[in-house]
């Protein structure tokens, strides 16, 4: 293969990069960045390749989830606390319904960048860049504000940093301690039609907790233990690049900034600068694969970005939208079962299914959500495949961004606490539920 470098993508075709007006201010960025701490490092790099390595044989399965963007002034106890509280939860809830322990890889950490269908807008009879990120400009519409700025990249390393910093504590500290029922918010879920069999499943759940503790206790080992890591887009590459850390006794390059990068389904040319990036570093690699997606282009660019054929290191994430799960993945499914490359599979039921209400909210139904996933499962079964994994948008927060679940929210409900800065999250209820309605696929039990 040709030479590689942290920065040997600057001379590909790039695609969603950011324009920054003062280059001699991007190096003095740049400079500064190179020369901080790695967020993460090698050896738990590796023991994540080797999870989801596992949960392409169906051993284990992983759940990722977070914000689709995530925001500097949510860097704050709260909803750090939330948001791992909600993933922690829900791996209870599929490891005890499925039995398959569950690898939990938040969209956190360093979600900061986004790649947006226009390049600009209109706001208030204003044309301006759109929101690219906080890594890359202000929310706030303003045309001066929504110019890319370089600081945010240090900004966005230092919110990642925070936010990881917290993440490890509260976990080290025995956050991950889920046996308390009063962690647990289940009231609003009391609409559901499934509820008494929701809250029969958690106090099994609290029951075969005390009993491990009282036969002597696993909660050292298991409850307090537990292992997190963190993902993001791999979009913002001069971030990226900046980034990346040469470990000398591996050998490797990797990705410092978080455990797992993904290449969006905007990002993912063969011969692009994404592509050229991602090439050359160590971390597992998701890719989003959308409709548009060529078989036979996708099995070359597995070649490029996994030529020893490391297994553990591809992530395959399809997101379909519901209808149309068999006619595209399938012969995808087809082409990289009948090429032996390694890869292990996972399901994004989020960005497949946008829809926008009458208000001009764009926003996601619980039931196109849960029947791409029930799709996927299908498909993959019936093809003799295993689905390891789901990627979802959500939040731990009570916001009303999704239509439908439990509370049953419509789109007159949506302003009520509408809060992302992207695409539309399913709120804490949504998630638990999507939790218990999972396990039970996981598990085989039912599609
Ligand atoms: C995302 O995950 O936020 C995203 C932009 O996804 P995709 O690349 O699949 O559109
Ligand atoms: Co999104």
């Known amino acids: 293969m040709n030479h590689w470098d942290p920065f040997s993508w600057k001379a590909k075709p790039a695609k969603h ?17 190179m020369l901080l701490p790695p967020l993460v490092v090698p050896g738990e790099i590796i023991r994540l390749k ?30 750090i606390l939330n948001k791992l509280k909600i993933l922690l939860q829900m791996s209870v809830i599929i490891t005890y319904g499925s039995r398959r322990s569950v690898v939990r890889v938040g969209r956190i950490a360093g979600q900061y960048a986004k790649p947006r269908s226009n390049n600009v807008e209109i706001q208030d009879g204003k044309e301006m860049f759109s929101y690219f ?13 929504r110019e890319p700025d ?75 233990k537990v292992d ?45 600068a994404h592509v050229e990036f991602f090439r050359g570093i160590a971390n597992p690699v998701g890719i989003k694969i959308g409709p548009s997606t060529d078989p036979k282009e ?30 595209k993945l399938s012969p995808i499914l087809e082409t990289v079962m009948t090429s032996f490359e390694p890869v292990t599979w996972s399901c994004d039921p989020m960005h497949g299914n946008m829809i926008k209400t ?7 139904h619980f039931d196109d959500i849960l029947g791409e996933i029930k799709e996927t499962f299908l498909l993959h079964r019936s093809m003799s495949s295993c689905l390891g994994g789901l990627h979802f948008e959500l939040t731990g927060d009570d916001v009303t961004e999704c239509l439908g679940g439990a509370a049953d929210i419509k789109d007159t409900d949506l302003e009520q606490n509408y809060e992302t ?25 039912q599609v």
């Open 150 to 224: 370089a600081n945010r990249m240090q900004m966005a390393y230092t919110y990642s940093a925070a936010t990881l910093n917290y993440i490890r504590s509260l976990i080290s500290g025995g956050f991950a301690d889920l046996h308390y029922p009063h962690h647990w918010d289940l009231y609003s879920m009391d609409k559901a039609k499934s509820w008494p069999k929701y809250q029969e499943t958690l106090s099994r759940i609290l029951d075969a907790i005390d009993f491990f503790e009282s036969i002597g206790g696993a909660r050292g080992e298991i409850l307090d």
């Open 17 to 33: 990069l950011p324009h920054y007006a003062n280059a001699a201010h991007l190096e003095e960025v740049r400079n500064e960045l």
């Open 228 to 272: 997190f890591f963190t993902s993001h887009e791999g979009l913002l590459l001069e971030y990226e690049a900046a980034l990346t850390r040469f470990d000398s006794d591996l050998k490797i390059f990797y990705s410092s900034s978080a455990h797992m990068l993904w290449i969006g389904d905007r990002t993912r040319q063969l011969g692009g």
């Open 298 to 327: 996708l099995v070359a660019l597995l070649r490029v970005l996994n030529p020893e054929k490391e297994k553990g290191k591809i992530v395959l994430i399809s997101r379909m939208g519901r209808s149309f799960v068999k006619e």
């Open 358 to 364: 009458d208000q001009n909210r764009k926003t996601r």
């Open 50 to 79: 080797s999870a989801i390595a596992e949960a392409g044989m169906g051993k284990n399965f992983i759940l990722q989830g977070g914000d689709c963007a995530e925001r500097f002034i949510d860097c704050n106890s709260h909803a």
């Open 133 to 145: 990120g906080d890594a890359v400009n202000s929310f706030h519409p303003d045309p001066a504000l």
């Open 421 to 445: 800065y992207c695409d539309p999250r399913l709120n804490y209820t949504q998630s638990m539920e999507m939790a218990f309605l999972i396990s039970d696929l996981v598990n085989r039990r």
